[in-house]
């Protein structure tokens, strides 16, 4: 394999001798980083504006039992400051934000940092007479407006918590976030335009906001102008009161350590949980990363597609880019409505220098032939950005191709919500490629591979196991909201001394890593995460079913497609019908994202015999891979396999 690896590099193409860091810059500013990480992070702290200059900079402990990670405690500093306030001297009138509708027929909007700071002031103040104070928690339940950008911001300048819920989540997963964090507030939106149809988000509200406490306060964008139900004494018009706002609000001194947001993801095991971020080390990283991963210079447009609802939008859409002083892209829409030439119109559109996407988007818009590509003048694209999943070195190869006509540097970034930006990543200038590896650490992050099973270290090149990292850096998540034992247990607790990704990965012989997936019960579906235990106890809410195990198989363009296999209760008819109901109904209780691609009826799972589901048998079977099962010797009742082989659902 490691011949072929080598054989695979490929050259940092013409024109990047003046990037930020160059091969030995990046060699020798990783070696400090490492060797001095106390130093290395206390300078680069140095790119924010503090209000109190922090004299600690890392008190980081991994120590199962006594976790706990502090990065410039004592340093007092404002994200939305850092964000917008500090650049208005010097940019007040360059554009922070431009907006680019779902239908292109509507003009965008270009956002200047001065307009940023009205705005984002007016939205703190409703906050504020809605009676947020500093550690309240605000959920945002909002499409990609401009006013996602302005919540989240307001937060940050007045001290409250945000949390994104994702616009495709269902009324049950957004009260059961609301709930958790106990927000004071919710702001959402009339009705959502995505891909030319309509998400009713206050609908969704309405039915959340059943089940929560009836001293939560619903705000609401008017975006479309759709008709909703309106609760008075409960719902606010945002718009209309941020006109009669004042346009200036003072921004709320934070500590370091004073959470920034919450943002819950899926773990392998149980609800969600909430993952928080605090205010100066996960700045400093998302800026630093911004900076160095698409070599960020001054007057680049740059655009990463993801939503705010997911941590990629908050590092790359958001913080990063604005408290670099960028001009950031937003788009509302889908890559294909109207057509799949939308993506390069809106890059040729707006000049677009950095792209950032995901690899599902890449496969998909492969899958619909180059002319859509050809058609766009792409000429301003500098550099490409991957991230959520592995990439297959083919859509590597094409995006190389197409999008950057061989001109481009590709950056393959590995990161997690977890870990607040990026931790393996090639540096243009600095890292020779190659397609499919996300290649070597940024600035601070030792990655480790571990023997699954036994922990043991393994050194060297050429080798396989688990990835963890041996020690932190600012960006890392500081603990799972209201829940510390389980971020210990999470992430600390299988491998002692050191933070769990989750992931497995390979060094090659040339020391790069090869991202492998998940090594646990965690799918990632079009770059989303999914926990399959969460499919799971959504299928079994079912009335008409006993049981379900589901897992992840392979499918051609979203990574890993969703396969259930499910047990009804006894005497109920598996139907095509039935199929459809439970489709349909998982999409009710979390979201069309978890909906299943297969369903295949199971009137039996293989157990041990103490009972546990043996997952590794179900996932040969869905990867259509049975030939080779394994040891089945330990199940109860080993002809349950034969049935469900028999049975399959993915011949393909
Ligand atoms: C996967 C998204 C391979 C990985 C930022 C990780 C990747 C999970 C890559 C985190 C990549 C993300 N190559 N795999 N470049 N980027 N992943 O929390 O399995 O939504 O653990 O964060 O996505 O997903 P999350």
Known sequence: MGATDTAAKRAIPAGFESAHVTPDGYRNMYETSVSDPAAFWGEEGKRLDWIQPYSKVKDTNFDFGSVSIKWFEDGVLNVAANCIDRHLDTRGDQVAIIWEPDDPATPAKHITYRELHENVCRMANVFLSQGVMRGDRVVIYLPMIPEAAYAMLACARIGAIHSIVFAGFSPDALANRINDCGAKLVITADTAPRGGRRTPLKANTDAALLHCSDR??????????????????????????????????????????????????????????????????????????????????????????????????????????????????????????????????????????????????????????????????????????????????????????????GKCPIVDTWWQTETGGHLITPLPGATETKPGSATLPFFGVKPVVLEAESGKVVEGNGVEGVLCIGDSWPGQMRTVWGDHQRFQETYFQQYKGYYFT?????????????????????????????????????????????????????????????????????????????????????????????????????????????????????????????????DTSTLADPSVVDDLIDNRMNRG
């Open 502 to 630: 989750g992931d497995g990965c390979r060094r090659d012989e040339d020391g790069y890593y090869w991202i492998t997936g998940r090594v646990d019960d965690v799918i990632n579906v079009s770059g989303h995460r999914m926990g399959t235990a969460e499919v799971e106890s959504a299928l079994v809410a079912h009335e008409k079913v006993a049981e379900a195990a589901v897992v992840g198989y392979p499918h051609e363009i979203k990574g890993q497609g969703i396969y259930a296999y499910v047990t009804l209760m006894k005497g109920v008819e598996p139907t095509d019908d039935l199929r459809k109901e439970l489709v349909k109904w998982v999409r009710t209780e979390i979201g069309p994202i978890a909906s299943p691609d297969l369903i295949q009826w199971a009137p039996g799972l293989p157990k041990t015999r103490s009972g546990k589901i043996m997952r590794r048998i179900l996932r040969k079977i869905a990867e259509n891979d049975y030939g080779a099962l394994g």
């Open 216 to 405: 939560v306060r619903c705000l609401v964008v008017k975006h479309t102008g759709d008709q909703t139900t309106w609760i008075d004494g409960r719902d606010v018009d945002v718009l209309a009161l941020m006109q009669t706002a004042a346009p200036d609000c003072p921004v709320r001194p934070m500590g370091a350590e004073d959470p920034l947001f919450i943002l819950y993801t899926s773990g392998s095991t149980g609800k969600p949980k909430g993952v928080v971020h605090t205010s100066g080390g996960y700045l400093v990283y998302a800026a630093m990363t911004h900076q160095y991963t698409f070599d960020y210079k001054d007057g680049d447009i740059f655009w990463c597609t993801a939503d705010v609802g997911w941590v990629t939008g908050h590092s790359y859409i958001i913080y990063g880019p604005l408290a670099n002083g960028a001009t950031t892209v937003m788009f509302e829409g889908v890559p294909t409505y109207p057509d799949a030439g939308r993506f390069w119109e809106v890059c040729a559109k707006h000049k677009v220098n950095q792209f950032y996407t995901a690899p599902t988007a890449i496969r998909a818009l492969m899958g619909q032939g180059p002319e859509w590509v050809e058609k766009h003048d792409l000429s301003d694209l500098r550099i490409l950005g991957t991230v959520g999943e592995p990439i297959n070195p083919e859509a590597w190869t094409w995006y190389d191709k197409h999008v950057g006509k």
